[in-house]
């Protein structure tokens, strides 16, 4: 039986996660398809507003279920184990009938690459909305600092449990699944590499990028295992310290 909880070490395989080329990810989108209905009206379809068409009330509690085995699942990966995780526990954890999951996932390895692949998807997207939030003229340290704030609320935030499900799980997907999380996690992470490359210009940053973005990203994934609201830090106060720890006035 597999464990996700602290004490357990990450295994060589899981830690190699944290290394990579970074890689574009794709934003297709699924074209719309014409219904044999609405090609065999006589009255002319109404005029479509502009923008996105509203989902429906079923296509609405469709999402709503979905998202609720997914965190359910990733919190029970990350307590349990993979392995250790039954179908009948993550039908608990959304408040399903037993099976009810798997009209969403066609398996448990399926639900467990929608947790890793959706949670990165998530990250990568609110990573980029950060930092839109700055401005043009925005220093190479103002960057890290939100990156690294940003960083913080994914491994530490309400939905951070796919973390430590990839760090603990990565040997539980198939060889494709691994491709395609990587894929999402190398875009991530090279949004970081300019601003590295930067602070390496100005003299704030003495390792070699590549490297530092090795330890960066392995020092904020392991406050997953230490971190309590408890000690007195706030996620503002972490990013402080930690931009004191990996750079230095130039």
């Known amino acids: 039986m597999k464990k996700g909880s602290s004490g357990t070490q990450p295994s060589a395989a899981a830690v190699r996660l944290l290394a990579g080329k970074p890689v574009a990810v794709s934003k297709r989108r699924p074209a719309a398809v014409a219904t044999a209905a609405a090609l065999t009206q006589a009255e002319p379809a109404p005029k479509r507003s502009r923008g996105r068409p509203r989902k ?84 190479a340290s103002e960057k890290l600092r939100v990156l690294i704030r940003h960083h913080l609320e994914v491994v530490l935030g309400p939905r951070s449990d796919f973390i430590p499900v990839m760090l603990y799980e990565w040997r539980s997907l198939t060889t494709v699944q691994r491709k395609g999380i990587s894929r999402v996690k190398d875009g991530y992470e090279a949004v970081w590499m300019p601003v590295l490359d930067a602070l390496v210009q100005q003299g704030a940053l003495q390792s070699e990028p590549r490297v530092a973005r090795l330890f960066i990203f392995g020092a904020l994934n392991w406050a997953a295992q230490w971190y309590t609201p408890k000690g007195g830090k706030t996620l503002d106060q972490l990013t402080e310290q930690a931009l004191l720890l990996f750079i230095q006035k130039a």
């Open 56 to 139: 429906t009330h079923a296509e609405l509690d469709e999402g709503n279920r979905r998202r609720l085995i997914i965190d359910g699942a990733a919190r029970l990966f990350r307590t349990k184990g993979f392995d250790a995780t039954t179908t009948r526990d993550i039908a608990a954890a959304a408040s399903m009938h037993s099976g009810s999951p798997f009209y969403h996932f066609k398996s448990k390895s399926a639900l467990l690459y929608a947790v890793m692949g959706e949670g990165m998807a998530m990250a990568a997207q609110s990573q980029q909305q950060a930092l839109e939030t700055l401005g043009s003229d925005a220093s």
